[in-house]
Nanobody, 129 residues
Framework: QVQLVESGGALVQAGGSLRLSCAASGYTVEYYEIGWFRQAPGKEREGVSCHRASGSGTHYAESVKGRFTISRDVSKDKITVYLQMNSLEPEDTAVYYC????????????????????WGQGTQVTVSS
């Protein structure tokens, strides 16, 4: 079982920045790909960015390339995955979910929500124009 706890969502003006954090813990969590999805009202959940379990491999949705950066920090007891979001646009408004997937690739995880094994509770990001 993997536990995912997100934080960092807020209301921000267009052009601003936010950093989301996901604290991941649990048995064998270090073997899980961890990434971020988002869901806007009336839309399907979509992959934003995903990070490999080991190494530095990442995947980004086209809509966030060049603006968002995912990073992964490993400590003794947990893994923290950050999503640095710059140049935010009103279209980025959504609930952002941390996700974990086992034995997959970053692209597969980010492009198929059904590949996710565990979800966080979500954090709201609102970008005002």
């Amino acid at each position: 079982q993997v536990q995912l706890v997100e934080s960092g969502g807020a209301l921000v003006q267009a052009g601003g920045s936010l950093r989301l954090s996901c604290a991941a813990s649990g048995y064998t969590v270090e073997y899980y790909e961890i990434g971020w999805f988002r869901q806007a009202p009336g839309k399907e959940r979509e992959g934003v960015s995903c990070h490999r379990a080991s190494g530095s491999g990442t995947h980004y949705a086209e809509s966030v390339k060049g603006r968002f950066t995912i990073s992964r920090d490993v400590s003794k007891d947990k893994i923290t995955v950050y999503l640095q979001m710059n140049s935010l646009e009103p279209e980025d408004t959504a609930v952002y979910y941390c996700a974990a997937a086992y034995m997959t690739t970053t692209q597969a995880m980010c492009t198929r929500a059904r590949s996710v094994d565990f979800w966080g509770q979500g954090t709201q990001v609102t970008v005002s124009s």
